[in-house]
């Protein structure tokens, strides 16, 4: 006969106590092993939440600054008719613009790595009811595994990232901040008497190379990510 599910005890060594010593923290029940992950996954969910809030609010606060701006450059260029005054003018106000696109980029960046440390949690939080239960595992459709391939599916992307990364939240920051950059690289060649063709094309290497840099430097920073955190329950090798 089967042990009651509320009667089911498990037994772990008290932390910080020797387990050759054989020393035993009190029994645990499964149905409380279970509020206790209940609890635990409510509360990845929440953060989630709010950190998936964080981002929306970092994007919309920069491309509102970004749109003031521009409505700003407007009506300086049409009484200006884009000349000196123009140009010193978009050279001061646009770099400080670009400053808070970057500032915007890292934190988005940053705010994805939170996103998969809250599903690396709950992947592990899955593992653990699966543990309890293992005959329930093929009702869930997120993955149970807290490895890379575990954490990308279970957030929506079936592998890793590849044309989905350039659509991201902080992707199109990036690249507005490239175009940002590019613009203000025309307008200081511009100044200096550089012809336009040049100035312009300058403008457009300095995109790329800037567009380039942020995704290397977010390439970089989503894998040492994942080195720091290694998994405890990997993923099956594929077959």
Same mark, same amino acid.
């Given at each position: 006969?089967?042990?009651?599910? #509320?009667?089911?005890?498990?037994?772990?060594?008290?932390?910080?106590? %020797?387990?050759?010593?054989?020393? #035993?923290?009190?029994?645990? @029940?499964?149905? +409380?092993?279970?509020?206790?992950?209940? /609890?635990? *996954?409510? $509360?990845?969910?929440?953060?989630? @939440?709010?950190?998936?809030?964080?981002? &929306?609010?970092?994007? #919309?606060?920069?491309?509102?600054?970004? @749109?003031?701006?521009?409505?700003?450059?407007?009506?300086?260029?049409? /009484? $200006?008719?884009?000349?000196? =005054?123009? /140009?010193?003018?978009?050279?001061?106000?646009?770099?400080?613009?670009? &400053?808070?696109?970057?500032?915007?980029?890292?934190?988005?960046?940053?705010?994805?790595? %939170?996103? *998969?440390?809250?599903?690396?949690?709950?992947?592990?939080?899955?593992?653990?009811?699966? %543990?309890?239960?293992?005959?329930?595992?093929?009702?869930?459709?997120?993955?149970?595994?807290?490895?890379?391939?575990?954490?990308?599916?279970?957030?929506?992307?079936? @592998?890793?990232?590849?044309?989905?990364?350039?659509?991201? /939240?902080?992707?199109?920051?990036?690249?507005?901040?490239?175009?940002?950059?590019?613009?203000?690289? &025309?307008?200081?060649? $511009?100044?200096?008497? +550089?012809?336009?063709?040049?100035?312009?094309? +300058?403008?457009?290497?300095?995109?790329?190379?800037?567009?380039? =840099? +942020?995704?290397?430097?977010?390439?970089?920073?989503?894998?040492?990510?994942?080195?720091?955190?290694?998994?405890?329950?990997? $993923?099956?090798?594929? *077959?």
């Amino acid at each position: 006969m089967e042990p009651d599910a #509320q009667n089911v005890r498990f037994k772990t060594p008290v932390r910080g106590s %020797d387990p050759e010593a054989g020393t #035993q923290r009190g029994e645990v @029940s499964a149905a +409380l092993l279970v509020q206790i992950l209940s /609890t635990e *996954h409510w $509360s990845l969910l929440a953060t989630r @939440s709010q950190t998936w809030n964080e981002s &929306f609010a970092r994007a #919309q606060m920069f491309l509102t600054v970004l @749109s003031a701006n521009v409505i700003a450059l407007a009506l300086v260029a049409q /009484t $200006s008719r884009f000349g000196a =005054g123009f /140009t010193a003018f978009a050279l001061v106000l646009l770099p400080v613009v670009l &400053f808070l696109g970057l500032a915007t980029y890292v934190r988005l960046v940053a705010v994805n790595h %939170d996103e *998969h440390r809250w599903v690396r949690g709950m992947n592990r939080i899955r593992a653990g009811y699966l %543990d309890l239960a293992p005959e329930l595992e093929r009702y869930f459709v997120t993955s149970h595994h807290d490895d890379e391939r575990g954490i990308l599916a279970t957030a929506g992307w079936k @592998s890793g990232p590849t044309m989905f990364g350039y659509i991201t /939240t902080p992707a199109v920051v990036g690249v507005v901040d490239a175009v940002l950059a590019g613009v203000i690289a &025309f307008l200081g060649a $511009s100044a200096l008497g +550089l012809e336009d063709r040049l100035a312009a094309v +300058l403008g457009v290497v300095v995109a790329v190379v800037w567009n380039l =840099g +942020l995704s290397l430097y977010a390439a970089r920073a989503y894998r040492r990510e994942f080195e720091r955190h290694p998994a405890i329950s990997p $993923s099956p090798e594929a *077959h």
